[in-house]
T-cell receptor, first 110, second 116 residues
């Protein structure tokens, strides 16, 4: 059974810092991995999707990497801003239905 | 609108009542998904529709839960004889292609369901 773990559960950083969010999964037979952000009271916003054949994806200040063999993905946020404050979710699609991590709650302090 | 639309945004009902939650996906999206997020819990997959294929119902927690998708577009999630543990935010998402493809999911804002 696929399990997805996100570390840390919560993170607070000063504005301007670069930071890394971690996601690990137990079954490496995946189709893709997607990172989302969730703002309070809102649905999920897709940030980056990495196919199993890919190593990384970039969008603006965000970079997501995937190491399928070790069951790990990281989301790198450069030059963090207060507007980046949200919960970041890692979602894995594989043989089992979609499995979500519990998220990392990020606070960027101005 | 351009995004996934869910209604109602909030629903409060008494234990034992039936509820229907609606999802209107992005036009042209063939794949539609339902999830729920209970207080303090992560997101939980419920059901997945892809085109005219039989839906993947493996995430439905009990036979009180059912969903249908009419005409390959709008979907309705029905919960019968609601229980207090059904209280959660129910999220719907759609994507252009199956999850094995390269298309990301787009989420609605969810329906917050409270069972008294």
């Amino acid at each position: 059974k696929q399990e997805v773990t996100q570390i840390p559960a919560a993170l607070s950083v000063p504005e301007g810092k670069n930071l890394v969010l971690n996601c690990s999964f137990t079954d490496s037979a995946i189709y893709n991995l997607q990172w989302f952000r969730q703002d309070p009271g809102k649905g999920l916003t897709s940030l980056l999707l990495i196919q199993s054949s890919q190593r990384e994806q970039t969008s603006g200040r965000l970079n997501a990497s995937l190491d399928k063999s070790s069951g790990r993905s990281t989301l790198y946020i450069a030059a963090s801003q207060p507007g980046d404050s949200a919960t970041y979710l890692c979602v894995v699609r594989g043989r089992t239905p979609l499995v979500f991590g519990k998220g990392t709650r990020l606070s960027v302090i101005a | 609108g351009a995004g996934v639309s869910q209604s109602p945004s909030n629903k409060v009902t008494e234990k034992g009542k039936d509820v229907e939650l609606r999802c209107d996906p992005i036009s042209g999206h063939t794949a539609l998904y339902w999830y729920r997020q209970s207080l303090g819990q992560g997101l939980e997959f419920l059901i997945y529709f892809q085109g005219n294929s039989a839906p993947d119902k493996s995430g439905l927690p009990s036979d009180r839960f059912s969903a249908e998708r009419t005409g390959g577009s709008v979907s309705t999630l029905t919960i019968q004889r609601t229980q207090q543990e059904d209280s959660a935010v129910y999220l719907c998402a759609s994507s252009l292609a199956p999850l094995t493809g390269s298309q990301p999911q787009h989420f609605g804002d969810g329906t917050r369901l409270s069972i008294l």
